[in-house]
């Protein structure tokens, strides 16, 4: 019960949307898209309001992604790590798993020998 009025309110909210979005077509269209100068008049003073931060004057951009760089790769090479000793430990436990098997395997033919 509790689903079905969840999903009508669902449709009644999609549907209300729908309506208040056609009924505002028409003034989005008249709307006119902003001039390539305005974007980059807003763009500059942007970058001067940030350069006034004292902390971001002697920010190095590339130095930052150096560092973010590394650190990336730290992480792999950590996760990378991880994966090998897990390997390792998958294939340790599979050749003992084989060797108990062989063991085996060959005690079963010593004793159809001795048998006949």
């Known amino acids: 019960m509790v689903e079905l009025i969840s999903v009508i309110l669902l449709f009644v909210g999609l549907l209300g949307a729908c309506i ?13 898209e902003p001039s390539g100068e305005f974007k980059e008049l807003i763009i500059s003073k942007a970058k001067t309001e940030v350069q006034k931060i004292p902390a971001v004057k002697d920010l190095s951009y590339e130095l930052y992604l150096q560092k973010f760089l590394s650190r990336i790769r730290v992480l792999t090479l950590k ?4 994966t090998s000793g897990w390997l390792e430990r998958l294939r340790q436990k599979n050749s003992q798993k084989n060797q108990t098997n062989n063991n085996h395997y060959w005690d079963e033919l010593k004793k159809a020998k001795r048998g006949k």
């Open 20 to 32: 208040v979005l056609f009924n505002k077509l028409p003034s989005l269209s008249k709307l006119s």
């Open 79 to 82: 996760t990378d790590h991880k």
